[in-house]
């Protein structure tokens, strides 16, 4: 419960791409590990709000009205319902802080929609 | 709302060791930036889990059975409930993440207790 957790040692235990980890829980939300490269889907949240943490590299956001470049050391909150769509030229690792109910698809779905996550 | 924030640029932006400023807020949360020297005072928070990341420096997490070091680019999150001191030897900047409503005292209060946080 109270252990600490090194954020390295756990981006080099997984190498996908668009699956986040579960790596720490708290007040019902979740701190994820994610790895982007290339582009992901247009979709939005209904009830959540998304914290996206560059911790190395960097990727774009794609909003419908505007691109914004996240670098290392940035963050960017995403509003629930705003649509959004991160894409990666390089891989990027990123930090996810969002209530644990979200889904990575958000409102579209679909095939690269993860049901269930793991916890490393 | 979607505007990226640069965490070394906020981090800059303030020299107070033990006054968190909010930097994020989503699904009811903070993000959270402070500085850290000295010792804190005891205390827990009934309602409330805390996250804390070590952006630069270390620092000690007292718990009543136990003290843990916490080094950059490592968390821990505290569970509600549980007594913790936190305690730096040299200054240490860190990002906290838990609920808006999060006292920096907790339930202990007293002198050190900040009524309201700046938003930088």
Chains 1, 2 share one sequence.
Do not use: Y
């Not at 600490?4 to 939300?29: C, M, R």
């Not at 009830?47 to 914004?68: A, H, P």
């Not at 509003?79 to 390089?90: D, F, K, L, T």
């Amino acid at each position: 419960m109270t252990d600490v957790v090194n954020l390295q040692k756990k981006l080099d235990s997984f190498q996908a791409h668009w699956e986040p980890k579960i790596v720490g829980e708290l007040n019902g939300q979740h701190v994820r590990l994610a790895k982007f490269q290339g582009e992901f889907i247009w979709h939005s949240h209904a009830e959540e709000d998304e914290f996206f943490l560059v911790l190395s590299g960097s990727f774009e956001m794609l909003f419908r009205d505007k691109t914004v470049t996240v670098n290392e050391g940035e963050f960017l909150i995403v509003p629930r319902g705003v649509e959004h769509c991160p894409r990666a030229e390089n891989e990027v690792q990123v930090m996810l802080f969002e209530p644990a109910a979200t889904v990575n698809t958000g409102e579209t779905g679909g095939p690269r929609t993860l049901d269930q996550l793991d916890q490393i």
